[in-house]
């Protein structure tokens, strides 16, 4: 029989609640945030951080603003206790800042971890037992009152400890660890009796974390949790409720989310979500989501590429490109209709900066993170004519009217199906210019000359090259019309000119107008070009000439006699 054998999971029980009101509520302001990724992060990575690694990522988490970072586990291993120690002795941690380390609830361990704290001027000493039956059956051995034991025995130490050293200002923290996988009024039952040691009533500064160490249930049943624990615990309003959810489920950041609606005060997570198997709770992601409701996170997240580079150098971990806010790809836009949209979104800001932000596909100005505009628009088999433009405009300064985009698109798409992958701006400017501006050197207009007779133009075009010029003329209403006439008169060349658009060009394009022209021949061919002048009237003459090249007209024109060649 299989080992895929979903018999095998029972489901997670739902709390009754009918008085249940987070549900209604919306967030205000940005939780409490605390850091763990010096700890929880560090314990999970396959080669934990030395203390320059730590070191620099202390020093980003304080320059993000942090205000509570916790440091380590500094009874567990030495690299923990000398980086506790080097931040406490050379002064690393701001006035404004309090370290926080945690220890089993074992008397030898909160020796050691007061040891390490020797002179610091403000901390939090978080102390922490498993709750669950699963742990106090299989690993404690123990039942209920024998854990609740733990817990007060191991309040009492943190307390003692504290007590030789007077000087420091000393918040307790207590994690009934697997809290979401604990009865719930066991869990306040085991809190209170931390509490009954610590007396925060009196005064002493006393967090109750309440972790979802394995994400077991949906977001909305831990929300659930934390409510029922708030509602039930006597003495709520002397102590701060934080939470500390795992991401197994892949919720870790709902459920703190929801659960700042059902009453915590504060927030514990990592940076990216590294921690123990699918990770902590993803602090950037919550901040940022914080963020987009027009809330201050009261986290410095626009320094972007360096919370990324940082946390790489110190962790060895990569960022998804899909990671939320933050991935290297998630303020691009590949797709034609989305491209398209942003593009339009974007055109529709210009003057109207400061309104509030609505650009379709982009739930943020990338550039708050520090991320450009040129990025969002790639080009690969997905897009269409949208993205093709709006990469000509961003990096060339071309405009193209839509026709000619749709057919440089159709062009760009079929290479990037022939490549299979993205291709680059100057790749599209590249296929614009040999399809499109190329021109044959026997279409290459030398000069022209325009007359005006009553209401018509009469053009004369010097085309071909230098050593074999041609000359034709003809009349019109306009400069295209009389160049088209001339092209019967002198040529016997039937073209009729479909599409025509020219403008004029900003700084930058190393030409003053472009002109695009689309004519087909009598002999049903028929072809696009573009042209770069001077002038428009230049531009457009050439975009003409051009397309009929292009288009495989063929020139036999008699040798101008001196007088017809211009000066
Ligand atoms: C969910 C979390 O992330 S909790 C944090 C987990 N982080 C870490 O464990 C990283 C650092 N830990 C370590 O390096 C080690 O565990 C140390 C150094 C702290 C302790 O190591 P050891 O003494 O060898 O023991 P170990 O961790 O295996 O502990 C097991 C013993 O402690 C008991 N224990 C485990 N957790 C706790 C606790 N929170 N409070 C009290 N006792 C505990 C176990 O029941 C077991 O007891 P037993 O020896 O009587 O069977
Ligand atoms: C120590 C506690 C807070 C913990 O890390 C967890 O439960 O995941």
Redesign the pocket.
């Known amino acids: 029989m299989s080992s895929f054998n979903h018999r095998r999971y029972q489901a997670f029980p739902t709390v009754h609640k009918p008085d249940r009101r987070w549900p209604n509520r919306r967030m205000h302001h940005a939780p409490i945030w605390t850091s763990v990724d010096l700890r ?1 992060g560090n ?1 999970a990575l396959v080669s934990p951080m030395n203390v320059a690694q730590k070191l620099e990522m202390f020093d980003l988490l304080v320059r993000m603003g942090f205000k509570e970072i916790e440091v380590g ?1 500094p ?3 030495q690299p923990d206790f000398d980086f506790v120690r080097k931040i406490i002795e050379e002064g690393h941690i701001p006035g404004d800042v309090t370290i926080q380390v ?1 220890t ?3 008397e030898n ?1 909160i020796e050691r971890t007061y040891a390490a704290l020797k002179g610091v001027e403000r901390a939090i000493v978080h102390v ?3 709750t669950n039956p699963v742990q106090r059956e299989q ?2 051995g123990l039942d209920k009152e024998g854990v609740k034991a ?1 817990a007060v025995r ?1 309040a009492e130490w943190v307390k003692a400890g504290a007590a030789q050293f007077p000087e420091t200002r000393w918040t307790f923290q207590y994690s009934p ?1 697997s809290f979401s996988n604990t009865e719930l009024e066991y869990a306040v039952d085991i809190c209170e009796a931390v509490m009954a040691v610590w007396q925060p009533e009196a005064g002493q500064a006393v967090i109750l974390n309440l ?1 979802a ?1 394995v994400e077991s249930a949906m977001p909305n049943v831990f929300a659930d949790q934390i409510e029922w624990f708030c509602d039930h615990l006597r003495g709520r309003e002397h102590v701060k409720i934080s939470v500390h959810t795992h991401n197994d489920r892949g919720c870790a950041v709902a459920a703190a989310e929801l659960a700042v609606l059902a009453g915590a005060d504060r927030v514990e997570g990592t940076l990216f979500g590294n921690g ?1 198997r699918t990770g902590n709770m993803d602090i950037l992601t919550m901040a940022m989501n914080v963020y987009s409701q027009g809330l201050d996170p009261r986290l410095d997240l626009s320094m972007g590429s360096e919370i990324s580079d940082v946390y790489t150098r110190s962790t060895g971990m990569t960022v998804s490109p899909r990671h939320p806010w933050f991935g290297e790809l998630v303020y691009s836009a590949f797709s034609g209709s989305h491209q398209d949209a942003i593009r339009k979104g974007m055109q529709h800001r210009q003057g109207q900066e400061q309104a509030l932000w609505e650009v379709p596909y982009l739930p943020i100005d990338p550039a708050d993170l520090g991320r450009s505009y040129e990025a969002v628009v790639r080009i690969n088999s997905q897009s269409g004519k949208g993205g093709v433009s709006h990469v000509l405009e961003r990096d060339y300064g071309i405009s193209l009217p839509r026709w000619l985009a749709q057919e440089l698109s159709a062009i760009v798409q079929q290479v990037s199906e022939q490549q299979s992958g993205e291709i680059s701006a100057k790749q599209i400017h590249a296929l614009f210019v040999e399809h499109f501006v190329q021109s044959r050197e026997d279409w290459q207009m030398r000069r022209y000359r325009l007359q005006r007779e009553g209401d018509k133009v009469i053009a004369s075009v010097v085309m071909g090259s230098d050593a074999h010029p041609r000359i034709l003329q003809g009349k019109g209403s306009g400069a295209v019309g009389a160049l088209v006439d001339a092209l019967i008169q002198g040529a016997g060349i039937y073209a009729e000119v479909e599409q025509f658009d020219q403008h004029a060009l900003g700084a930058g394009t190393g030409a003053r107008a472009m002109a695009c022209a689309r004519v087909s021949l009598e002999s049903g061919r028929s072809a696009s070009a573009v042209s770069f002048g001077e002038d428009t009237t230049e531009a457009a003459l050439q975009s003409v000439l051009s397309a009929i090249g292009k288009a495989g007209a063929v020139i036999h024109l008699q040798q101008p006699s001196k007088a017809a060649v211009m000066k």
Request: aromatic share 14%.
């Open positions: 929880d314990q586990f009874a567990a291993s945690l089993q609830a074992r361990l922490y037992n498993s690993v404690f733990i191991g660890e972790p160490t123990e």
